[in-house]
């Protein structure tokens, strides 16, 4: 009887093992190969059909195809355009990542896209979303030099850092209410952009999020945002008109320096107003800020905003009257505490050349990332500027920051390791 019943267990555990073998198995057709994910559900791990103009089908053999997977159409150059069916709900990282992709249809089944899933596709010129995505994630449209349009569809809840990064013929987006954060450089560095419409609903604009966007003339931050980063619209050197609203809370540091602006609003319910926030540009030759000429700030008697205005020489009038107070305009328009803001290509050949070996006595702090030289445990732009300081000679680093600042690792620090922290932050690597 044991016998019997030990051998029945054996031809169980056979049959099972087969049964898991023929479930994880790869099918290919017409190109195409998926891995079954259930006994009918499958995902498409990659594909090496003849190209151009291509349909993924919604079943494959007896699956149905629910998923694209991660780099599964990475670096093609075969395919010209692209129709995705209802039945797919996911796309993997990375999955059409430097294709030559240059047309996208979605259809609404989709909701979730992975990270940089359509990074440097170069040649992509339109995408229609699906209205079912929840957001657009990080690096998701980096360098899509290519990309005219693009609509947001009003089910995404966020735009991920740099999802939208040098998409350099992007010329106008609307950002729908159901937005709630736009990352870190989600919009940056795209040289056409000149309209952007940001609604009710929104909430944070994280650091650099609109940075060295040139051609960008206006923006209104709706009431309901909260937070703006740090150097958010930092060097959109055509932005002359910003209203902000009555909610925002916190305004970061260097926020719209070197943005034109001749006459802002700053809100009653600001609590934090961080240096250089409004009204200053930078000076490249003199490696410092320096005030706007006739700028003006519109404020609240006994505000946050106000003091910002006094303690900066700012001329200010209140808001609920005509009379400018009496705040002396400076005679010349003075250099403030010098400091760099982030740069997202290389610094020019003016930047000062001098570098420095690392001591070889000083170990770096296990508990401290590479790059962290101002050592608060964080790396951020921070860390990017106060190298860029060192080198020239404007605040010397001490031991302990020195033994983090050759962030590339060649021996010398200088310009390139502040560059590369600004890549990192970027996301660029």
């Known amino acids: 009887m044991k016998k019997s019943l030990t051998f029945f267990i ?9 049964s898991a073998g023929n479930f994880s198995a790869s099918v290919t057709s017409d190109g195409f190969t998926v891995t079954p994910l259930s006994e009918i559900t499958a995902e498409i791990k990659g594909y090496t059909g003849e190209g151009g103009s291509v349909a ?7 699956y149905t195809v629910v998923s694209v997977g991660e780099n599964a159409f990475l670096k093609n150059k075969n395919i010209e355009s692209l129709s995705i ?33 359509f990074r440097e596709c170069v040649y992509l010129e339109s995408i229609s979303l699906s209205k079912s995505l929840d957001s657009i994630p990080q690096g998701c449209f980096y360098s899509c030099t290519r990309l005219t349009t693009l609509t947001i569809p009003d089910s995404v809840k966020s735009i991920g850092d740099s999802a939208l990064y040098g998409c350099s013929h992007l010329e106008e987006i609307e950002i729908p209410s159901s937005v709630k954060v736009i990352g870190s450089y989600a919009l940056a560095n795209n040289l056409q952009l000149k309209n952007i419409q940001l609604c009710e609903g929104l909430e944070e604009i994280k650091s650099c999020a609109f940075f060295q966007n040139p051609m960008l003339d206006r923006v209104e931050i709706p009431s309901t945002v909260k937070s703006i980063g740090e150097y958010a619209f930092t060097e959109c050197t055509s932005l002359e008109s910003v209203t902000l609203n009555e909610g925002l809370e916190s ?19 600001l609590k934090s107003i961080g240096e250089f926030a409004v009204g200053y540009y930078y000076d490249q030759d003199m ?14 008697e006994g505000t946050l905003g106000h003091a910002y205005a006094t303690d900066n020489g700012f001329y200010f009038v209140f808001a609920d009257k005509e009379t400018t107070l009496p705040t002396e305009a400076p005679t010349e328009i003075p250099t403030i505490v010098p400091t760099t803001v982030p740069t997202t290509s290389q610094p020019q050949e003016t930047l000062p050349s001098a570098e420095t070996e690392p001591s070889e006595t000083t ?24 190298i860029q300081k060192h080198v020239a000679n404007i605040e010397v680093l001490g031991n302990k920051s020195l033994s983090l600042a050759d962030v590339n690792l060649d021996l010398k620090i200088n310009v390139k390791d502040a560059t590369e922290i600004q890549k990192r932050i970027a996301g660029i690597i």
């Open 363 to 386: 170990v770096p702090s296990e508990n401290l990332p590479l790059g962290d030289v101002n050592l608060d445990g964080k790396l951020n732009i921070k860390d990017a500027t106060a």
């Open 287 to 300: 490696f410092g800020f320096c005030k706007y000429e006739n700028f003006r700030i519109i404020c609240n």
């Open 251 to 269: 305004l970061g540091e260097s926020a719209f320096d070197t943005c034109p602006v001749k006459e802002i609003y700053l809100p009653e319910t």
């Open 85 to 117: 069916p209802e039945s797919v709900t996911s796309i993997g990282k990375s999955a059409f990542a430097g294709s030559y992709i240059k047309s996208v249809t979605m259809e609404n089944g989709v909701v979730t896209l992975g990270d940089n899933a």
């Open 56 to 62: 993924i089908p919604e079943k494959i053999g007896d």
């Open 10 to 18: 054996a031809v169980l555990m056979t049959l099972s093992i087969i």
